[in-house]
Each structure stands twice: as structure tokens, then as C-alpha cells.
């Protein structure tokens, strides 16, 4: 029988054996899965109501694509990259193909927490200017400037790959070219910028809707009880301060440990397995950004979170609503819509600043 017309498959071995490799994709399956759920919700509620987008629902529909495909092709492709060791997976002209998803869709993802803080800023501080500064159309010129530049610096670290296209970078051989150097120099230094503009952003828009607050409890002390106003402005404090809290302190989790893996891997070259444990740490923390964004952008809001729930049990029956759960669910929104009528019949300022800072509808 002539064979000479098939291809053989390329030589390959597992970098981890049989448990940890279990563990290994069972977590980031999971992960994956759940970054998928996530942001289809969001992508799903905003798609059905596409007629009556708002420019923070845009940018907010866009990073939800942007997660939404990290789930699913990024985290698998990079999986795949990580536990296998071949010609394929291994060689730098190769492997940059698996993992350039994920360098791409992940700075992606970072410049669009740039384009909500800005955009909730300019809500916060310029209320009745923002409809004329943020238009529908200005916002897409911005999503499509966030676009290119965070892509063009995803694609950097191919800039030497395809000098030396041969090179095996798998194992305790790190690859050094100029451009990936470069690239995780710029990483380690630019990230943290960022983190710090969030911080410095959402600082400003909690002291601007503090001062806000300040302002208008006079005006709701007028015709309400103090007791109940100093309630409403306790709460609408402890929501605009998890918010702030939320953004600064996950973004930091998640992204710190990979700018400090990115500058030790320029200066220090450790053994395999130290380089894969660190390794894994640092890129699981940073995929799983995109699993907080929806939490953190959408999901604390009612419009996001019934459609989260009836997802939740079409996957998972059991978690149906019982008879209690139901009458919670009606005492819930009964005092929902007594509180939204409260608050409508005192209308301020306030509280289109809070409602900006602290979620999205």
C-alpha cells in the first residue's frame, strides 16, 4: 500500500501529566465558559434593545464581543499552545499563531476600560453637555481608534517571529527577539499607566458625585424625612464607592501579576517548572478580566441581571425559583418600584450621577 500520499501528524508530548493536566483544563475550560455566558448575556440584552443604544451601551456591547471571543477561540487556542509541546505548538513562526488571540483580544479588552472611564467621566462632570460631547456616531470613532491602536500592539511581539521562524521557544528557552522584549517592556510599564488613569478617573467621579450629593440633600430634606434622606445618600455612597473599589481592584489582580511576569521574563530565565507555574498564574488572572468585566460593567444592573438568571436556569434546572424565591422576587420588585417612584417624585441631579458611576443601563 503506497502511504506516500498522507501526511503523518507531527511528533508531540504532554508538558504535564495526567492529574495536573486534568486540573489545568478543567480550570481554564471553566473559565472559558463562563467569560462565554457572561458576555452573551450582555451582548444578547443589548442586541434586542440595538434600536435604543446609548454611547455607553456601545462601547459596553463592543468589550462584551471582544470577551466573549477571548471564552471562546483566545483561551482554547492558548490551552492548546501551553500543554503541548510539538513542532506545531512550538516553533516561534507557529506558535505566535495560538497565542496571538489572546495578546490581541486582551489588549483590546484593556483600551475599552480606558473608553468607559472617560466616557462615564464626561457623564459625571458634564451631565447636560454629554449628549452633544458623546454622540452615538463620536463613540464609534473612538471604539474604532481603541481598535487599531490596541491591535496594532497585539500584533507587535510577530514583528521578530518571522525572522527566525525556526527557532524552538518551548521549555526553559525563552524567546528574546527585540520585538517580544520590547513588547513585554511596554506591557510592564504601560498597563500600570492605565491602572492609574482608572484610579485617577474614577477618584474624580466619586468626588464630583459626592459634591452632588452634597448639593441636592438639601433639596430632598425639603420634602422627606432626614432620616430617610441620610439613608438614600448613605446608600447611593456605598454604591458609587464599590463601584470605584470594584474597577481599581480587579483590574489590579488581574493584570499586575503579568506585567511583573512580562519583566521577569526579560532579566530572568527560571527553571521549566517555576516559568509554567508563574506563568499559568499570571495568564489565568489575566483571562479571567474578562469574566469580571460583564460582572462588574453590566451585571449589577437589573436590566442585565433577570436575563442572567433565566440563562442561569435553562443550563441549570435545579436553580428554578421556588415558591419563596418568587414572593422574594415580587417583594423585590415591589420595593424597587416604590423606591424609583420615591426617588422620581424628588428628582435631582444626584441621582443620574450616582446611577452613571455605579452601573450602566
Avoid at 440563562?311 to 422574594?328: A, D, I, T, V
Wanted: hydrophobic fraction near 50%; charge should be positive; proline fraction near 5%.
Amino acid at each position: 500500500m503506497n502511504t506516500s500520499n498522507y501526511t503523518a501528524w507531527p511528533e508531540f508530548e504532554l508538558r504535564l501529566g495526567p492529574i495536573p493536566l486534568s486540573l489545568y483544563i478543567i480550570a481554564h475550560s471553566t473559565l472559558a465558559f463562563l467569560i462565554v455566558i457572561g458576555n452573551s448575556v450582555v451582548i444578547a440584552v443589548l442586541f434586542k434593545d440595538r434600536a435604543n443604544l446609548t454611547p455607553n451601551n456601545i462601547f459596553l456591547g463592543s468589550l462584551a464581543v471582544v470577551d466573549f471571543l477571548t471564552g471562546l477561540f483566545a483561551i482554547p487556542l492558548a490551552i492548546f499552545a501551553r500543554v503541548v509541546i510539538s513542532s506545531v505548538t512550538c516553533l516561534a513562526g507557529s506558535r505566535i499563531l495560538f497565542l496571538l488571540p489572546v495578546l490581541v483580544l486582551c489588549a483590546v479588552s484593556v483600551g475599552h476600560l480606558i473608553d468607559l472611564a472617560i466616557d462615564r467621566y464626561i457623564a459625571v462632570s458634564h451631565p447636560v453637555k454629554y449628549a452633544f460631547l458623546m454622540t452615538r456616531r463620536r463613540s464609534k470613532y473612538i471604539l474604532m481608534t481603541t481598535w487599531i491602536l490596541t491591535v496594532s500592539f497585539g500584533f507587535f511581539p510577530t514583528i521578530g517571529v518571522w525572522i527566525y521562524p525556526d527557532q524552538w521557544v518551548c521549555g526553559t528557552v525563552n524567546y528574546k527577539s527585540i520585538a517580544v522584549t520590547t513588547h513585554n517592556i511596554l506591557a510592564a510599564v504601560i498597563v500600570p499607566t492605565f491602572m492609574a488613569i482608572l484610579l485617577v478617573v474614577y477618584a474624580r467621579i466619586y468626588w464630583i458625585a459626592n459634591c452632588h450629593l452634597k448639593n441636592a440633600s438639601v433639596q430632598r430634606s425639603a420634602g422627606m424625612d432626614a432620616s430617610r434622606v441620610r439613608s438614600l445618600e448613605s446608600k447611593s455612597r456605598m454604591r458609587a464607592t464599590v463601584t470605584v473599589v470594584l474597577v481599581v481592584v480587579v483590574f489590579s489582580v488581574c493584570w499586575l501579576p503579568l506585567c511583573a511576569k512580562m519583566f521577569l521574563d526579560v532579566f530572568w530565565s527560571p527553571p521549566e517548572h517555576v516559568q509554567f507555574l508563574y506563568q499559568t498564574v499570571a495568564e489565568f488572572l489575566m483571562m479571567g478580566n474578562s469574566l469580571a468585566n460583564p460582572i462588574i460593567y453590566s451585571m449589577r444592573s437589573n436590566k442585565y441581571r433577570k436575563p442572567y438568571r433565566v440563562f442561569l436556569r435553562l443550563l441549570c434546572p435545579f436553580m428554578g425559583k421556588g415558591p419563596e424565591s418568587e414572593q422574594g422576587g415580587v417583594v423585590g420588585d415591589t420595593k424597587q418600584t416604590s423606591r424609583e417612584s420615591s426617588n422620581s417624585s424628588h428628582p435631582t441631579h444626584s441621582a443620574g450621577t450616582i446611577s452613571v458611576l455605579s452601573h450602566s443601563d
